[in-house]
């Protein structure tokens, strides 16, 4: 009796782990592309983003820092050693996005909220896995 009680987890919680960890590399992925696509727009200068940064009235060059700051997200994210401050700096990117929606552009957050919400989901799963 003694020995069981000792013994590992049970192995149902094994492939609960490995199927979570798959949940999270596919969002991550999807981050991933969606911060690129992101990035490439306020990066190679879109017309649309172009005037939306106008609207902020910070400066086109907030446009290239955001821009950058996605771009560096995107690629942290989905290296193995640095997806969760790679998930950590696209929350911080979000919530100035949703908050410039709100205050700046009075305009609804929608996609910055879920991509905070998702970006915020892998930053919290990854917490436990920063290694020194």
């Not at 000792?6 to 969002?27: M, S």
């Not at 172009?50 to 446009?63: M, S």
Request: without cysteine; glycine residues 10%.
């Amino acid at each position: 009796m003694m020995h069981s009680a000792l013994t590992p987890a049970t192995p149902t919680r094994a492939p609960q782990r490995k199927g979570a960890n798959i949940a999270l590399w596919v969002l991550q992925a999807f981050l991933a592309l969606a911060f690129v696509g992101a990035a490439s727009g306020k990066l190679l200068g879109k017309p649309e983003m172009v005037a939306l940064f106008e609207a902020v009235g910070v400066g086109q060059w907030f446009r290239y820092v955001t821009g950058v700051l996605e771009l560096a997200g995107a690629l942290l994210i989905v290296v193995p050693r640095t997806k969760f401050f790679g998930a950590a700096l696209l929350s911080v990117v979000m919530v100035g996005a949703v908050l410039t929606h709100l205050f700046i552009l009075h305009s609804a957050p929608t996609a910055a909220a879920v991509l905070l919400v998702l970006a915020g989901v892998v930053a919290w799963a990854r917490r436990g896995e920063v290694r020194p």
